[in-house]
């Protein structure tokens, strides 16, 4: 396990009714990231309907619902190869506008979720094999804002940054749409420069 890393085993609570059948981790090669569109007060056992393998809370917390050789319907056109994990928050576009933030809120991806979301990809690469980091919209011309500006650049963006691929400028699969030259430079910073380069803390 990446050091700093606990995740909280929740597969046997989740909701089984997510997985649609078992898959060769062998065909497994990907981290998709998503941003929820809401938070919710507690802890982890609120999110168990989540269709994601993961989740990773405001607060750094982190769980596995499924796992990683379950075939769910998260991530459309990227969900053979793909393993999902999902950031709690209703995260801005690169234009800074929310979606129904009178209903869901207004949120900012937070120091702790992005320290936890890198080590995530690290112990999925390790542990998994896993060499790319896609999101959402690249596999789905349905959810233009996920995982939006804030994950992309602090997570997505520096785990390229760290031998990662995102398939190259451009890619995508299925009806997808490619990666804004926004998000690559959003400049929405959690870390510092230097924090931002490595590891993170």
């Known amino acids: ?50 269709k994601s393998h993961y989740i990773v809370l405001q607060d750094g917390r982190v769980a596995q619902l499924h796992r990683d050789q379950d075939y769910l319907y998260a991530s459309n056109a990227l969900n053979s190869r793909s393993i999902a994990i999902e950031f709690e928050g209703n995260m801005p576009s690169e234009r ?4 129904k933030p ?39 011309n349905g959810h233009t804002n996920c995982c939006g500006p804030d994950l992309w650049f602090n997570v997505g963006q520096w785990a390229i940054a760290n031998g990662f691929s995102d398939g190259g400028v451009g890619f995508t699969m299925g009806d997808g749409l490619p990666i804004p030259n926004a998000w690559r430079n959003h400049g929405y910073m959690v870390f510092t420069l230097a924090e931002a380069e490595g590891v993170g803390p």
């Open 1 to 50: 396990m990446t050091a700093g890393l606990h995740i909280q085993d929740l597969t046997a609570a989740s909701d089984h009714s997510r997985r649609i059948r078992t898959r060769d981790t062998a065909d497994i090669d990907a981290a998709v990231l998503h941003q929820m569109g809401f938070a919710r007060s507690g802890g982890p056992e609120r999110f168990l309907r989540t």
């Open 102 to 140: 009178e209903r869901f809120g207004r949120h900012r991806v937070t120091m702790a979720q992005v320290s936890a979301g890198r080590r995530l990809l690290l112990h999925l690469r390790d542990v998994s094999g896993i060499r790319f980091v896609f999101a959402h919209r690249q596999g789905t």
């Open 96 to 99: 800074g506008r929310f979606y």
